[in-house]
Each structure stands twice: as structure tokens, then as C-alpha cells.
């Protein structure tokens, strides 16, 4: 087959073999399939880790090394570092002023404290106490059932 499926995300990242999102431009290290049905059961498992990514499947062609070709409108305009490496452009940045660093959406932040992860226990309730019944309060309620008596005779009411 001369073409594969690879997984990108809306900040033109990469699904890498690894599970980590990368640029793009190692096409090497990029997940790939043949199949479209692998390809989507990747792209659900990646999008429960992160629910906020809008991954999509990017058909590429081979080259004569069986790696994808990458369109070059797919790949972003500056290569992107996995999550813990630090670039010396980056740290440059980093100890600028803090008003010309980028902003991020807040939306696709993930939240720092999610109520899900931690539940908080119901709160217990006491059970309400049964109401106690005195039998000799409702002597006429109840058919007195005689030892020596069926049962029959006692639901019956004595003719007078």
C-alpha cells in the first residue's frame, strides 16, 4: 500500500509512536497505519487522555523508505518541542518580560483541580426510627388466633 494514516491536532501536531505529540517533521517517529479503522481507534484512545485535542486523520504517501510524506501545509510554521524538553530559545523567552510572553486560551487549558478525580463521599444520612406498634392500642384490629383454632376460622367473623 502506498499510503498510510497519521494523526494531527488542531495545533498541526503530530501522534508520534510513542503516544506523544510531536511536529511532525521526523516522519520516522510518526504513529501510521494502513488501516482506517486502526487509525480511528487510535484517535479515540488519544482524545480520552485529552478531551480538549480535535484530532483528525491525515491521509500521506510513502516514500521510498515506507515513512509518510507530511504535506507541508500540514506541518506548523515552527517546530514544536515535547512536553518537559526546553529549548535555549524558550528559556530566553522565558526570562523576558512577562507581558510579551504568548497567552494561552484558557479553554484549552486543563483545569488545576478537577472535582471528578477526587469525589468528595455523600453525606450520610441517618435512617428515620420505625414507629413503634403496641398491640393492646388496637385490641379490635386484629383476629386473635386460638392455639387449637385453623387459621381459616380465624379470619372468619363468629355469627351472633
Not at 498541526?12 to 486502526?38: C, H, M, P
Not at 510513502?62 to 510524506?69: A, G, M, N, V
Not at 501545509?73 to 518580560?97: I, K, M, Q, R, Y
Request: contains cysteine.
Amino acid at each position: 500500500m502506498s499510503q498510510v494514516f497519521v494523526l494531527t491536532n488542531q495545533h498541526q501536531q503530530f501522534l508520534s509512536k510513542s503516544n506523544e505529540w510531536i511536529d511532525g517533521r521526523e516522519n520516522a517517529k510518526l504513529f501510521r497505519t494502513e488501516y482506517k479503522d486502526v487509525a480511528i481507534n487510535q484517535m479515540f484512545e488519544a482524545n480520552t487522555r485529552n478531551v480538549s485535542l480535535r484530532i483528525e486523520l491525515l491521509e500521506c504517501e510513502l516514500d521510498s523508505k515506507r515513512q509518510p510524506i507530511v504535506p507541508e501545509s500540514a506541518l506548523s510554521e515552527e517546530p514544536f518541542a515535547p512536553a518537559g524538553a526546553v529549548s535555549a530559545e524558550t528559556e530566553v523567552e522565558a526570562v523576558g518580560d512577562p507581558e510579551e510572553l504568548p497567552h494561552t486560551d484558557p479553554a484549552e487549558t486543563p483545569p488545576e483541580y478537577n472535582p471528578e478525580v477526587d469525589p468528595q463521599p455523600a453525606p450520610e444520612v441517618e435512617p428515620e426510627p420505625q414507629p413503634e406498634i403496641n398491640p393492646d392500642q388496637y385490641p379490635g384490629d386484629t383476629p386473635e388466633i386460638q392455639p387449637d383454632q385453623p387459621l381459616e376460622s380465624a379470619l372468619t367473623t363468629p355469627q351472633a
